[in-house]
T-cell receptor, first 112, second 112 residues
Framework: GESVGLHLPTLSVQEGDNSIINCAYS??????FIWYKQESGKGPQFIIDIRSNMDKRQGQRVTVLLNKTVKHLSLQIAATQPGDSAVYFC???????????FGGGTRLMVKP | NAGVTQTPKFQVLKTGQSMTLQCAQDMNHNSMYWYRQDPGMGLRLIYYSASEGTTDKGEVPNGYNVSRLNKREFSLRLESAAPSQTSVYFCASSTEMNTEAFFGQGTRLTVV
């Protein structure tokens, strides 16, 4: 069945380095993708989204890349800071459906 | 600027007890959602309300009911709690279906 998954459950990076969090999706009909950040004890917080008619979108210190050929989504965080430590989730929406499907999450740990 | 407010924040129930989780948003959003989050897993959609007056089942609706009381409020009811419903429950809202969603702080429910 369709699924959204993450390659790495935990990512540890040095403060100041760039981080890349990856996500694979299996439904080629998905037309909308979102990245969320969840800090401990809090609800998920929207980071950035991208529609399937785009392959790149930039925000403040974050960039999302979408490769529809290999059904891969990535979140790049520039100059990672301790405040970026959290669990990151990707989610996809199918073209014909109303539900967002979330991946299992990747924990980002930033070392000072 | 309350955003999405959930009550209670913590709850312990005995098997078979019933309870209602409350959610209210002050952003004039049309769509509201209830998710559950289990350890090491992403968010799974229980029920959603695309607009006031409508509700639909999500991925894991069994054992739950919802009420979209008005545009602001969307409640989740457990009629007969089971240990399998031990989870963290998140309410969210968005302007329209599956655009950027804003999440509440979560309700940590334990069923013993």
């Amino acid at each position: 069945g369709e699924s959204v998954g993450l390659h790495l459950p935990t990512l540890s990076v040095q403060e100041g380095d760039n981080s890349i969090i990856n996500c694979a999706y299996s439904n080629s009909a998905s037309d909308y993708f979102i990245w969320y950040k969840q800090e401990s004890g809090k609800g998920p917080q929207f980071i950035i989204d991208i529609r399937s008619n785009m392959d790149k979108r930039q925000g403040q210190r974050v960039t999302v890349l979408l490769n529809k050929t290999v059904k891969h989504l990535s979140l790049q965080i520039a100059a990672t800071q301790p405040g970026d430590s959290a669990v990151y989730f990707c989610a996809e929406k199918y073209n014909a459906g109303n539900m967002l499907t979330f991946g299992g999450g990747t924990r980002l740990m930033v070392k000072p | 600027n309350a955003g999405v407010t959930q009550t209670p924040k913590f709850q312990v129930l005995k098997t078979g007890q019933s309870m209602t989780l409350q959610c209210a948003q002050d952003m004039n959003h049309n769509s509201m959602y209830w998710y559950r989050q289990d350890p090491g897993m992403g968010l799974r959609l229980i029920y959603y309300s695309a607009s006031e007056g409508t509700t639909d089942k999500g991925e894991v609706p069994n054992g739950y009911n919802v009420s979209r009381l008005n545009k602001r409020e969307f409640s989740l009811r457990l009629e007969s709690a089971a240990p399998s419903q031990t989870s963290v429950y998140f309410c969210a809202s968005s302007t329209e279906m599956n655009t950027e969603a804003f999440f509440g702080q979560g309700t940590r429910l334990t069923v013993v």
